[in-house]
């Protein structure tokens, strides 16, 4: 199993282009959440999904497009890139949660983005 | 205030030495407490899970977890070089479906021989 896969690794963008973050998993995981990693303010959530069709707002989703057609897709859309969205993006699955209880999120390499 | 403090070091220690990590946090509606650790230019991965208070114990790593406080710890004994890494506590409450965690910004551990 290739567990979560992200293209491409790094990226470079001009402000105001757009580019789409792929992210594949091969665990049948229901849950998928995009996150992005800078320095200073660790892991902050992006957009999640519960399942296919099904999509929702974390806690910094502007700027960012999601949707989840398949169960193992879950691409991360840049409208217009902004030099503020320069950071490690992160991919990340988990298997159903029983009784609200998280399950352990299965991360993917990273994804390294700059805007200039 | 952030909802998750952690200390982003970096903490610099000797090989065998034992390394204390910690959280605090503010949201007493945590219920469900993680370790991740993260190696250079790499992915998060889970270390420790813990459900309750009191202490989880793994191999090396020990997790403690104090909520009356809003104080998690993660213990190393005798700490090796391949240690060497970030940890990031996560935390989070009942989500429904959603595995939603609240991550600190790490500490970065640096294992020397």
């Known amino acids: 199993n290739a567990g979560v896969t992200q293209t491409p690794k790094f990226q470079v963008l001009k402000t105001g282009q757009s580019m789409t973050l792929q992210c594949a998993q091969d665990?049948?995981?229901?849950?998928m959440s995009w996150y992005r990693q800078d320095p200073g303010m660790g892991l902050r959530l992006i957009h999640y999904?519960?399942?296919?069709?099904?999509?929702d707002q974390g806690e910094v989703p502007n700027g960012y497009n999601v949707s989840r057609s398949t169960t193992e897709d879950f691409p991360l859309r840049l409208l217009s890139a902004a030099p503020s969205q320069t950071s490690v993006y992160f991919c990340?699955?988990?298997?159903?949660?029983?009784?609200?209880?998280?399950?352990?999120?299965?991360f993917g390499e990273g994804s390294r983005l700059t805007v200039l | 205030q952030k909802e998750v403090e952690q200390d982003p070091g970096p903490l610099s220690v000797p090989e065998g030495a034992i390394v204390s990590l910690n959280c605090t946090y503010s949201?007493?509606?945590?219920?469900?407490f993680m370790w991740y650790r993260q190696y250079s230019r790499k992915g998060p991965e889970l270390l420790m899970y813990?459900?309750?208070?009191g202490n989880k114990e793994d191999g090396r790593f020990t997790a403690q977890v104090d909520k009356s406080s809003k104080y998690i710890s993660l213990f190393i004994r005798d700490s090796q070089p391949s240690d060497s890494a970030t940890y990031l506590c996560?935390?989070?409450?009942?989500?429904?479906?959603?595995?939603?965690?609240?991550f600190g910004t790490g500490t970065r551990l640096q294992v020397t021989l």
């Open positions: 996560a935390m989070s409450w009942d989500t429904g479906t959603a595995s939603k965690l609240t």
């Open positions: 665990m049948n995981h229901e849950y």
């Open positions: 813990t459900y309750s208070s």
């Open positions: 999904s519960v399942g296919a069709g099904i999509t």
């Open positions: 990340a699955s988990s298997y159903v949660v029983l009784d609200g209880v998280p399950g352990e999120l299965f």
């Open positions: 949201n007493s509606a945590f219920q469900y």
